[in-house]
């Protein structure tokens, strides 16, 4: 063998050692056995580790304790010059611990040993008496941390709510914490333990100075800001080997920027909303708020199931889909028309308000244990309206689920009705792509259905679906079409995607026979044109 520093040949000698014995056997009950089943009353994360500390007790030889060492803890034993055997009574170890408590470590390697523990006699009758020269494992300093830590400050429980290190652990830190507790107290230090990987470059490479690949968490900070780095840590699976590289902090920034662009969308459709003065009861919601508020509370039981597994990039990717696919790429958009074309204070706009008020609430306080900054920023906004007491969100309570639910019968209607956009998107695409029609505002949809039940369910849905299509009409009928696109969505044979009749309004931008019908207002649909004498008699 050889030194893994200098090079140079080792030589190995024996020498007296302190073990821990594994297979100690307090009437008949063995240690060794004792830590396999204190390891099952533990909760392992990732759950293969219990598998994997089991496996390692199970063959792992007894613990040498001692160390060979100039520095370190020392070990409280004296030894007998006479009869060259330790002095193992407990009482002497004590006071040894009293002494070097009230003057320090350095007095073992300063006092003599009749200083430190006077009136010191062997059994056999002699007072010379030397120290012992070894210092302990350092493991055994790091495996009694939490008889050191937390059973001498204030404020701190005995054992930890959680142990989270390196997957390298199992045979380090986590193992040599359980076998001191469970030998002293039968039971493990930990109520849980956490294990992480490692992290590497875009290519999978461990980061080495040499290979010049190192990123420096310093360097995100500056560039990108602090919570760019915490989505990232958060978005990583991190019970494997995680990566990191410039191609991947893009792609992390942009799905932050989508983020905080949806939350700044509803803050900014919020300017004149306050809660108490103009929320809608949740009896009187739209059907579509309802749809989205159900939906945010179904985000809301994922994520909060996800951070109590710790799966953070399961809240992550929830939050993400939430902003991006629910709200900016559906629900925002349906929303425009009645946010900016209603009169400011009527049913349907403040309706709309009260929905995206309480997803605010609620998603500000997902965010909050990732996005820190983020999201007091986004709280800081919503106290200054009035809108929140808590000086913090991070003093806020976890949210309830916001007020609007869909029955279960509803729930399939929406469920249909999704179905249905996918279709009539598509369909509207392909119309764009021939020149029939250049935004959805210009189309007029009409929706085959199969039979008549269907029928009468379209037709009573029709301004419902009109507004989650973002198309000026939608008609219903039973009649095939040869322009009709086909459809995989039970219930709707075929879409029809035709340029809607009538004139665009100004204000509102949908196509409308009642454009120009009001002299007042040439330009204007009948409802904008209803809207604006409103507000101008106001």
Not at 139 to 147: I, L, P, R, T
Request: proline fraction near 6%; glycine fraction near 6%.
């Amino acid at each position: 063998p050889h030194c893994w520093r200098c090079k140079q040949p080792v030589i190995f000698r024996a020498t007296p050692q302190w073990f821990l014995n594994v297979e100690h056997d307090p009437k008949h009950d063995p240690l060794r056995a004792r830590l396999l089943n204190a390891v099952k009353q533990v909760r392992w994360t990732p759950s293969a580790g219990v598998n994997r500390m089991s496996g390692m007790l199970e063959s792992r030889p007894d613990w040498c304790l001692s160390r060979q060492r100039y520095w370190g803890s020392p070990i409280p034993v004296f030894h007998c010059t006479r009869c060259d055997k330790p002095l193992l009574d407990p009482r002497v170890i004590e006071q040894t611990v009293e002494a070097l408590a009230q003057r320090g470590i350095e007095a073992w390697f300063q006092a003599a040993p009749a200083d430190l523990v006077p009136g010191l006699v062997c059994p056999c009758g002699s007072r010379e008496l030397t120290k012992d020269p070894d210092i302990l494992d350092v493991w055994f300093d790091s495996g009694v941390s939490h008889e050191a830590v937390l059973k001498t400050r204030q404020g701190l429980a005995w054992p930890a709510q959680l142990y989270l290190e390196g997957s390298d652990q199992h045979r380090g830190w986590f193992q040599v914490s359980l076998i001191p507790s469970v030998a002293l107290h039968g039971v493990p230090p930990y109520e849980q333990v956490l294990t992480h990987g490692f992290v590497m470059d875009g290519e999978g490479r461990k980061m080495s100075k040499s290979l010049g690949n190192v990123v420096s968490p310093q360097d995100v900070m500056q560039r990108y800001g602090a919570d760019i780095l915490r989505l990232w840590v958060a978005s990583c699976d991190y019970r494997e080997d995680v990566r990191i590289s410039e191609e991947i902090l893009g792609r992390v920034a942009e799905s932050y920027r989508k983020i905080r662009n949806t939350c700044r969308y509803l803050l900014a459709n919020l300017y004149d909303f306050q809660p108490q003065r103009d929320r809608v009861p949740s009896i009187d919601w739209v059907e579509l708020d309802r749809w989205a508020s159900h939906r945010a509370g179904e985000v809301l039981q994922a994520v909060t199931r996800a951070y109590e597994a710790y799966q953070f990039h399961d809240a992550v990717r929830l939050i993400h889909q939430f902003c991006v696919f629910d709200l900016s790429a559906f629900y925002l958009d349906a929303l425009k028309d009645r946010l900016y074309t209603e009169g400011a204070s009527t049913g349907k706009r403040r309706c709309a308000q009260t929905a995206l008020y309480d997803i605010l609430g609620c998603l500000v306080r997902m965010l909050a244990p990732i996005l820190v900054v983020t999201a007091e920023e986004i709280w800081q906004s919503m106290r200054a309206a009035g809108w929140v007491t808590e000086p913090s969100v991070h003093l806020a309570r976890w949210p309830a689920a916001p007020e609007g639910r869909l029955d279960p019968q509803a729930e399939e209607r929406w469920a249909r009705v999704l179905s249905m956009r996918e279709a009539v998107m598509k369909a509207l695409e392909e119309q764009r792509g021939r020149g029939v029609i250049h935004s959805p505002l210009e189309a007029q949809v009409t929706l085959v259905a199969d039979d008549q039940a269907f029928a009468q369910f379209y037709e009573a849905s029709r301004e419902l679906l009109a507004e989650a299509f973002v198309v000026s009409e939608v008609r219903v009928t039973r009649e095939d079409s040869p322009l009709a696109a086909s459809t995989q969505v039970p219930g709707l044979r075929g879409v029809i995607v035709e340029r809607a009749p009538g004139g665009k309004c100004e204000r509102c931008w949908k196509y409308a026979l009642s454009v120009g019908a009001q002299a007042a207002h040439p330009s204007l649909c009948e409802r904008c044109a209803r809207v604006v004498e409103q507000t101008t008699c106001r």
